[in-house]
């Protein structure tokens, strides 16, 4: 027999008062995390005890245009391929309750809220401290963009140092102001392409806010959103060729630019945003539990990656 209006109506109310009651949230976006999340870029993979990105970092030296047919050719080991190495980072958000916030919310739907909220919190907390890390300098073992994709390519990333292997460094260049930050950037953009054609291009670019409205500005007349139904519901997503260019609250004065086989944030299958066991306190009355990630940022070509300041 189907259920009534008022048998669903009796149903659904619980979950209703619960949604009604919890906390507008006021310092969350993470408006990067979900483009990369989007695009691909965060890839859920077993890990090891480090992560390791195989690369083919030249031409083959033996390459030759023949002088003639019996021109001798190389015998020397061929030697094309290198490697990357990440040791993995971790990310941690407590969250602790007191038997007396237990006490406090006796009914069931003031327990769902109340729990409801603790998540929702913890799991905002987790992707903003990632933004905000991934968009800065290296933290604690954790990869920010100032540290690799840096304003002269140099830097050592994955344990390679691109001082000395030039092919690691990645693409850079200096605008002055609105009068010439669109042709910088499309410099930087062809540096990373390579070649016309190429499937090899930024997907993602992010700065600050004040950084993209000074691209913006110069757009005006030919401004270009990537999806109407985004700008409808109030997001600011600019289109620069076939990017996606978001701002972040995290972000600086430098617009990089991202590809998302090329840039990603590799991390456990097991342990990504992860709820661990709720346990008592043993010195005090209540309980914890965390929301835990175990992954790094990763590049496998780092001289697809670029950055305009």
């Not at 507008?24 to 890839?43: C, F, H, P, T, V």
């Not at 090899?200 to 913006?216: C, G, H, R």
């Not at 005006?220 to 609250?249: C, H, M, P, W």
Request: charged letters at 20%; proline letters at 2%; hydrophobic letters at 40%.
């Amino acid at each position: 027999m189907a259920l009534t209006i008022s048998q669903i109506l009796a149903a659904a109310y619980p979950a209703v008062v619960a949604e009604k009651r919890k906390p507008a949230n006021q310092w969350a976006e993470s408006a990067l995390m979900r483009e990369l999340e989007r695009q691909g870029a965060i890839k859920k993979v077993a890990l090891g005890s480090t992560i390791e990105a195989t690369l083919d970092y030249r031409r083959n030296a033996g390459a030759q245009v023949l002088a003639t047919d019996l021109t001798p050719t190389a015998t020397t080991k061929t030697d094309v391929m290198t490697a990357a190495s990440y040791a993995i980072a971790s990310v941690s958000v407590p969250i602790v309750w007191s038997k007396e916030d237990d006490a406090k919310t006796d009914s069931e739907n003031a327990k769902v809220a109340f729990v409801d909220s603790l998540i929702e919190n913890a799991l905002n907390s987790h992707d903003d401290l990632l933004e905000q890390t991934i968009l800065g300098s290296t933290s604690n073992g954790l990869i920010g963009m100032l540290s690799l994709i840096t304003d002269d390519g140099t830097g050592t990333i994955g344990g390679i140092d691109a001082s000395t292997d030039v092919f690691w460094k990645n693409k850079f260049g200096d605008y002055t102001n609105a009068s010439d930050i669109e042709a910088v950037m499309t410099s930087v953009w062809n540096k990373c392409t390579k070649g016309s054609g190429s499937p090899m291009t930024p997907k993602i670019i992010v700065s600050d806010a004040a950084t993209q409205a000074v691209f913006e500005g110069t757009q005006q007349t030919l401004q270009r959103y990537v999806d109407t139904t985004e700008v409808n519901a109030g997001f600011t997503v600019l289109a620069f060729k076939s990017a996606r260019y978001v701002f972040s609250q995290y972000g600086t004065a430098r617009i990089f630019f991202l590809n998302p086989k090329n840039y990603q944030i590799r991390a456990s299958k097991s342990y990504f945003r992860s709820k661990g066991k709720e346990q008592e306190l043993e010195n005090a009355e209540g309980f914890k539990t965390s929301i835990y990630s175990a992954l790094q940022v990763v590049t496998d070509n780092r001289s697809r990656l670029g950055v305009a300041f």
